[in-house]
């Protein structure tokens, strides 16, 4: 009879459930949450999807799952992302997507990308100014220091490789919270961005049209991630691993010589990576890092951040429309963001709505990758000035 006592009592004590605390639950209804808005909104389905179900596994009791339980199945894929791996090869993936000729054919859109940046700046002064004010106001806030600042403040760039980058580096406990909101407001791009634009822009503004950009020849483009890598890699060495996998990939892409390689990168190894890295990025997800008051600042200076990226590049290509007498249309400024290629729909779909002649969407496509390049390389420069 003892002998059952003793089984029984450890059957009960390896049973999840009787370990089950309150924000355990919390965690994984929210989880239940973003699984609900992949599979039924659609929002970000290809990362959401696995980094909700990893944020519920890593809130399961005992089941050793979550990033931090070492020798557990979570804890090796998530050395990935802590010894910098998964980024940088998203980055190959995307410069083997990525068409640079609108860029080449129009480089005064890279100014359009830089008033994306506005976003990332002013978060990052939002989060050190909200920290001194209300560290000593609210119970339990520490404020922020200035490496968990610049984090926050790459969410202004909407590129989910960049933030989870930069963060792995400067702010690991806040990696969940970065990484999540990060997707989300790229997924959420048709719903913030066409007010903004809205808003800012006139009429008139509204329906100009922009001729098609010229072609590029195929020697330029090769030149140009050659070029790009050696510059960059001698001015911000810090951003080499996410600037030269992606000037790699858009090698491969127009070299011509790697068709099939190319053809790899846009499709099952961009998926497979997208795969590790959200089910990896969840399960850092756990109550103790995610529920507490940090976690609230962090998602409205990310909505912050977004926001005025999308504010400055709509101001630039304004500027620019007057500069040009007229050549540009405001529009693309949404684009301003990294949000690939959503943005790009999104000034498409607005453009259209008010002149449903005109086609915006490879005009939109420069800033897009103007802006890549452009918070690739502030994440290089917070890595080597606060890392």
Same mark, same amino acid.
């Given at each position: 009879?003892?002998?059952?006592?003793?089984?029984?009592?450890?059957?009960?004590?390896?049973?999840?459930?009787?370990?089950?605390?309150?924000?355990?639950?919390?965690?994984?209804?929210?989880?239940?949450?973003?699984?609900?808005?992949?599979?039924?909104?659609?929002?970000?389905?290809?990362?959401?999807?696995?980094?909700?179900?990893?944020?519920?596994?890593?809130?399961?009791?005992?089941?050793?799952?979550?990033?931090?339980?070492?020798?557990?199945?979570?804890?090796?894929?998530?050395?990935?992302?802590?010894?910098?791996?998964?980024?940088?090869?998203?980055?190959?993936?995307?410069?083997?997507?990525?068409?640079?000729?609108?860029?080449?054919?129009?480089?005064?859109?890279?100014?359009?990308?830089?008033?994306?940046?506005?976003?990332?700046?002013?978060?990052?002064?939002?989060?050190?100014?909200?920290?001194?004010?209300?560290?000593? /106001?609210?119970?339990?806030?520490?404020?922020?220091?200035?490496?968990?600042?610049?984090?926050?403040?790459?969410?202004?760039?909407?590129?989910?490789?960049?933030?989870?980058?930069?963060?792995?580096?400067?702010?690991?406990?806040?990696?969940?919270?970065?990484?999540?909101?990060?997707?989300?407001?790229?997924?959420? /791009?048709?719903?913030?961005?066409?007010?903004?634009?809205?808003?800012?822009?006139?009429?008139?503004?509204?329906?100009?049209?922009?001729?098609?950009?010229?072609?590029?020849?195929?020697?330029?483009?090769?030149?140009?991630?050659?070029?790009?890598?050696?510059?960059?890699?001698?001015?911000?060495?810090?951003?080499?691993?996410?600037?030269?996998?992606?000037?790699?990939?858009?090698?491969?892409?127009?070299?011509?010589?790697?068709?099939?390689?190319?053809?790899?990168?846009?499709?099952?190894?961009?998926?497979?990576?997208?795969?590790?890295?959200?089910?990896?990025?969840?399960?850092?997800?756990?109550?103790?890092?995610?529920?507490?008051?940090?976690?609230?600042?962090?998602?409205?200076?990310?909505?912050?951040?977004?926001?005025?990226?999308?504010?400055?590049? /709509?101001?630039?290509?304004?500027?620019?429309?007057?500069?040009?007498?007229?050549?540009?249309?405001?529009?693309?400024?949404?684009?301003?963001?990294?949000?690939?290629?959503?943005?790009?729909?999104?000034?498409?779909? /607005?453009?259209?709505?008010?002149?449903?002649?005109?086609?915006?969407?490879?005009?939109?496509?420069?800033?897009?990758?103007?802006?890549?390049?452009?918070?690739?390389?502030?994440?290089?420069?917070?890595?080597?000035?606060?890392?």
């Amino acid at each position: 009879m003892t002998q059952d006592a003793g089984f029984a009592q450890s059957f009960l004590e390896s049973v999840g459930f009787i370990e089950l605390t309150v924000p355990d639950m919390i965690m994984i209804m929210i989880a239940f949450a973003l699984i609900w808005l992949a599979v039924i909104k659609k929002y970000e389905p290809f990362l959401l999807l696995p980094l909700a179900f990893g944020m519920m596994v890593a809130n399961m009791p005992l089941s050793n799952l979550s990033a931090y339980d070492e020798g557990g199945l979570l804890y090796f894929l998530y050395q990935g992302i802590a010894m910098g791996i998964y980024p940088p090869m998203i980055f190959l993936c995307i410069g083997a997507m990525t068409d640079f000729g609108p860029l080449m054919a129009s480089p005064k859109s890279a100014f359009i990308g830089l008033g994306g940046q506005l976003g990332i700046l002013m978060a990052f002064a939002g989060a050190i100014f909200l920290g001194g004010a209300l560290s000593g /106001v609210v119970p339990g806030f520490p404020g922020f220091t200035l490496q968990e600042a610049a984090s926050i403040a790459i969410i202004g760039s909407s590129d989910g490789p960049t933030a989870i980058f930069i963060t792995d580096r400067l702010a690991s406990e806040l990696l969940p919270v970065i990484a999540i909101a990060a997707y989300s407001y790229m997924s959420l /791009v048709p719903l913030i961005q066409p007010p903004i634009m809205r808003v800012l822009t006139t009429p008139k503004e509204r329906v100009i049209v922009m001729p098609p950009p010229k072609a590029i020849s195929r020697q330029t483009k090769i030149i140009f991630p050659i070029a790009m890598t050696v510059g960059i890699l001698l001015i911000v060495p810090a951003a080499g691993p996410l600037m030269s996998m992606l000037m790699l990939g858009n090698l491969i892409r127009e070299s011509g010589a790697t068709d099939r390689v190319a053809r790899m990168l846009q499709g099952d190894l961009l998926y497979f990576l997208t795969l590790l890295i959200g089910f990896s990025v969840g399960a850092t997800a756990t109550a103790e890092r995610v529920l507490n008051f940090r976690t609230v600042f962090v998602i409205l200076l990310g909505l912050f951040a977004f926001s005025m990226g999308t504010v400055g590049g /709509v101001l630039v290509a304004k500027l620019l429309c007057k500069l040009t007498n007229g050549q540009i249309n405001p529009l693309i400024g949404n684009a301003g963001v990294s949000a690939m290629p959503m943005a790009a729909r999104v000034s498409q779909k /607005v453009g259209q709505e008010f002149n449903p002649s005109n086609h915006l969407l490879m005009h939109a496509m420069a800033p897009i990758v103007s802006s890549t390049i452009g918070s690739a390389l502030l994440a290089g420069i917070f890595i080597a000035l606060l890392g």
